[in-house]
């Protein structure tokens, strides 16, 4: 969250492409070598597209040749654990 979203639990896909690119290469990473994301996966109509599209941008540069690059949500699988929701995801 980066404070200029509507709201303070909405995500902000560009803060989040502009993050994962920043961790990528910080860490020396192509984007190519990743099979499978793991998102926070709200399961609300609000969260989960603006994710996904942060993550697609993010991923984008991958060679059409590559298998697809899934994308999970431990929470989403598991329902909402009242008190451990935030240990969850």
Known sequence: ??????????PDS????RLIKAVYAGAGLSVDETAMVEAHGTGTAAGDPIEANGIARA???RPKNLPPLYIGA????????????????
């Open 59 to 61: 991923f984008s540069s």
């Open 1 to 10: 969250q980066d404070g200029r979203t509507p709201g303070l639990t909405n």
């Open 14 to 17: 560009l803060a989040q492409e």
């Open 74 to 89: 431990c929470k989403s699988g598991t329902g909402h654990l009242e008190g451990a929701a935030g240990a969850a995801s």
